[in-house]
T-cell receptor
Framework: DTGVSQDPRHKITKRGQNVTFRCDPI?????LYWYRQTLGQGPEFLTY????????KSRLLSDRFSAERPKGSFSTLEIQRTEQGDSAMYLC????????????FGSGTRLTVV | AQSVTQLDSHVSVSEGTPVLLRCNYS??????LFWYVQHPNKGLQLLLK??????LVKGINGFEAEFKKSETSFHLTKPSAHMSDAAEYFC????????????FGDGTTLTVKP
């Protein structure tokens, strides 16, 4: 068990381009979460999965954002037609599926849109 | 609905003196409460958690937090600050109504002076 892995660590993209991030959770964890963190703010919830089912999406997640978790293993977060306001740290976390377990976070993917 | 308010955005202490980081929460149900720490350029790490057992919770690196339902507070303390404690600290609430989705506070930056 190597923890939660995120790839890439950094991504610089031009406005209007599409980007995709990957998260590999702890293998025993059936819940996977995506959060977004901007400078000076706490992480904001984007979406979460229980196994392969996407159970909730935040209103922050516009139609340009889509997330998948095929087969309940790794997850991808895609942003289409990126905007400068999408620049942020994108955090992935996993948990064993009970409310009081807490999360294990990955190191995040820092997205810069130029 | 659940929410968290971290009462201080910045706290500065001298090495060897006590640390107090304040957190108030709001939850419609019996909450689980957490503190996470984020060191510069590092991922978020779980410090400690309250899950309806003992109200005084001990975590890693000598930190403690006390759940006070009457005050809806979950303040983080440490008797003696160390230089390595300098980091960003996040108070987090989660309840069953939100299926394990956690809401983060905006964070408190702890500075430790030599």
């Amino acid at each position: 068990d190597t923890g939660v892995s995120q790839d890439p660590r950094h991504k610089i993209t031009k406005r209007g381009q599409n980007v995709t991030f990957r998260c590999d959770p702890i293998s025993e964890h059936n819940r996977l979460y995506w959060y977004r963190q901007t400078l000076g703010q706490g992480p904001e919830f984007l979406t979460y999965f229980q196994n392969e089912a996407q159970l909730e999406k935040s209103r922050l997640l516009s139609d340009r954002f889509s997330a998948e978790r095929p087969k309940g293993s790794f997850s991808t977060l895609e942003i289409q037609r990126t905007e400068q306001g999408d620049s942020a740290m994108y955090l992935c976390a996993s948990s064993p599926g009970v409310t009081d377990a807490g999360y294990t976070f990955g190191s995040g993917t820092r997205l810069t849109v130029v | 609905a659940q929410s968290v308010t971290q009462l201080d955005s910045h706290v500065s202490v001298s090495e060897g003196t006590p640390v107090l980081l304040r957190c108030n929460y709001s939850s419609s149900y019996s909450p689980s409460l957490f503190w996470y720490v984020q060191h510069p350029n590092k991922g978020l790490q779980l410090l400690l958690k309250y899950t309806s057992a003992a109200t005084l919770v001990k975590g890693i690196n000598g930190f403690e937090a006390e759940f006070k339902k009457s005050e809806t507070s979950f303040h983080l303390t440490k008797p003696s600050a160390h230089m390595s404690d300098a980091a960003e600290y996040f108070c987090v609430v989660s309840d069953r109504a939100n299926a394990g989705k956690s809401t983060f506070g905006d964070g408190t930056t702890l500075t430790v002076k030599p």
